[in-house]
């Protein structure tokens, strides 16, 4: 990034910052950047109150995390565009199902208006794979009738879609795959 925005990014474990062309390690923020993280975080009283529960002694971390959560993905766009920040991304987070936080303090993906839930997620992800539709209800422990429910409500929030093609495309640009 090359431009006055910020991106924040998820790379082995750490949060990591592109500023000004340069990547930064989090902890490397200007103050005013870390300020307006912070005061973004306290905009989302629920996301905060968890952040909280985790990190009761640090706000540091707090904020770290909120950032980890809400922007962990590296994506062309910066996170904070001209003092503010984007929408929240999604990035597949590897405690997705079993996180308090989520769909709180990270985001699940919207397509125009409609928040995919995390099963719908995952269905997403395995219609995007060479898995036959057999195997994904077997996979996912359903009959193949309810998975034909499923992928057709789904298919249907993602803007009437009807191929597993047409899936794998809307799968890319939600960031899924």
Known sequence: MLCNSVEFFN???EVK??????????YELPTPIYQLLNEEMHRHPKAFQILKDWHP??????????????????EN?????????SSAE????????????????????????ETLSGDEVQLLK?????????????ALTI??????QLKQKLYAKLGGI??????????????II
């Open 17 to 26: 910052v592109i500023m000004n062309g340069t990547i930064k390690k989090f």
């Open 162 to 175: 009807q191929t597993k093609q047409e899936a794998t495309i809307k799968a890319l640009e939600l960031n």
């Open 77 to 85: 766009t910066g996170d904070i565009v001209d003092g503010k920040f």
């Open 143 to 148: 009959a193949l009738g309810t998975f034909h």
């Open 90 to 113: 999604f990035w597949d987070c590897p405690l997705r199902g079993s996180c308090k936080g989520e769909g709180i303090i990270c985001a699940l993906p919207n397509y125009k208006g």
């Open 126 to 138: 395995m219609l995007t794979t060479a898995m036959t539709n057999d195997a994904i209800a077997g």
């Open 11 to 13: 790379y082995e474990l």
């Open 57 to 74: 002694e640090s706000e540091s971390k707090q904020i770290e995390t909120f950032a980890r959560c809400r922007y962990g993905d590296l």
